[in-house]
């Protein structure tokens, strides 16, 4: 069985963390308190993430970093690099030529 990426996982969690407070909310106040309960939702939301996703919030964190470090170290350079290198060094070495 195939397991459910964090990214997926955490971004579940915090959307119910502000869709619960806030159907609670809009059930309990008055119609014309909708913005209200929508701002308080999301406070709420933040507070209970902040509070009890610490651990998928690091496992996402961790995968981001993970894909950022495998995507630097297998990115080769291309020809347009290894001209601009030696474009760069040819300069550096006519200067320092004309240097002497």
């Known amino acids: ?9 955490y971004t579940v ?10 159907a609670v909310l809009l059930l309990v106040l008055p119609g014309e308190y909708w913005i209200f ?3 308080a939702a999301v406070i709420i939301g933040l507070c209970l993430s902040f509070l009890f996703l610490r651990k998928p919030r690091q496992a ?9 470090k495998r995507e630097r ?10 001209v601009e290198d030696a474009a760069v060094d040819a300069a550096n070495e006519r200067s320092r030529r004309a240097a002497e």
Not at 1 to 9: D, E, F, N, V, Y
């Open 1 to 9: 069985m195939k397991r459910i990426p964090g990214w997926l996982t």
């Open 13 to 22: 969690l915090r959307l119910l963390f502000v869709a619960v407070p806030l």
């Open 37 to 39: 309960s929508a701002a």
């Open 60 to 68: 996402v964190a961790d995968q981001l970093a993970a894909a950022r």
């Open 73 to 82: 170290t297998e990115a080769k350079p291309t020809v347009d690099d290894e």
